[in-house]
């Protein structure tokens, strides 16, 4: 196993001596999309962050947030989350021996993220209100000292993350022409930036959000007040928008074209290629933020049913034209 820690140490704010809390994560795959890629009209590569521990690219942030926070005394964690967080944080603190508290917004969490969080053991509180909600009360209650706030805000998670962009960078060697990320509270698209900054690249990085930020369908994107826009805005990063519908086509077009299934937010960024003309023939890096398994009920909405036949050859013949 390699641990990111171990693999970008010299890179990290971390000491010799920062306890390593690792579960595997970063190393990721880079998949050239060749297929997918014609239909876009670029030459596309996808960073398949999904096959990271607990299904996302949070688990490079938090795999340095939970090591930083055991090496400074830590008693325990909290977040507040759309999702993803909640179970990367649950999972690192557990490797850790450390609770974790963590508070979602009431009824606004994708099925396979909160029973992920759930069976990982931590203590899960649904607030109510909305994600911006129950970031104030993690925030507010991390800073009485008890618990160690394993948000974005925290600038260890922002630093794990920028990692990323140093692995794409090393295996195609070079950079691309293009890097693409969705944007929901925007630490990711800071730690793109901040990567990039640091390998000294000034690469156009498009950072993608929902045209609906309240109400889209894609839940780990599902942010009223992005908490980085001001750093986001900041970063020279192109902020772009599309609807819920384009990104429901991306996502099943990705499954369908290259067998890979993601959750709808992480599709955010091939759905601005799918009507950007300017980038043709580009060398475009897409960043696939999490599993399709983390949210099976959006599956079931969009995807074609099984049908019924009876075990008979004829029967199943018939149903297959
Ligand atoms: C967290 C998350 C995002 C949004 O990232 P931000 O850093 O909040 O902009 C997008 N997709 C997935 C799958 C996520 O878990």
Request: with cysteine; charged share 20%.
């Amino acid at each position: 196993m390699t641990a990111l820690i171990d693999r970008f140490r010299s890179r990290l704010p971390l000491s010799a001596s920062t306890p390593v809390v690792s579960l595997g994560e970063g190393s990721t795959p880079l998949l050239h999309c060749p297929r997918l890629g014609k239909l876009l009209g670029v030459d596309l590569y996808l960073k398949w962050e999904a096959s990271n521990p607990t299904g996302s690219y949070k688990d490079r942030g938090m795999t340095v947030a939970v090591s930083h926070a055991l090496e400074s005394g830590a008693r325990a964690v909290i977040c507040a989350s759309t999702g993803n967080t909640s179970s990367s944080a649950a999972a690192y603190a557990a490797r850790a021996g450390l609770p974790a508290l963590i508070l979602i917004p009431e009824g606004a969490i994708a099925g396979g993220k909160l029973i992920q969080t759930r069976a990982l053991g931590a203590r899960v509180l649904e607030v109510r209100g909305n994600f911006d909600a129950a970031l104030a009360g993690a925030r507010e209650l991390a800073e009485r000292g008890t618990h160690a706030l394993v948000n974005s805000l925290n600038p260890y998670r922002i630093e794990g993350q920028k990692t990323a962009v140093f692995e794409i960078i090393e295996e195609l060697g070079e950079a691309p022409d293009a890097f693409v990320i969705p944007y929901g509270g925007g630490g990711n698209t800071r730690a793109y930036a901040k990567g990039l900054a640091e390998s000294g690249l000034t690469t156009p990085l498009y950072s993608i959000e929902s045209n609906d930020r309240p109400n889209t369908l894609a839940s780990a994107i599902k942010i009223q007040t992005p908490v980085h826009r001001p750093q986001v805005e900041a970063s020279g990063a192109h902020i772009l928008s599309v609807t819920d519908d384009e990104i429901v086509a991306a996502w099943l077009e990705l499954a369908r074209e290259e067998g890979l299934f993601c959750e709808p937010s992480s599709a955010a960024g091939l759905a601005f290629l799918r009507r950007r003309t300017d980038l043709q023939g580009a060398r475009v890096v897409v960043t696939i933020t999490g599993h399709g398994l983390k949210d099976p009920d959006i599956a079931n909405r969009h995807a074609p049913p099984p049908m019924k036949v009876d075990a008979d050859p004829d029967a199943i013949a018939a149903a297959a034209q």
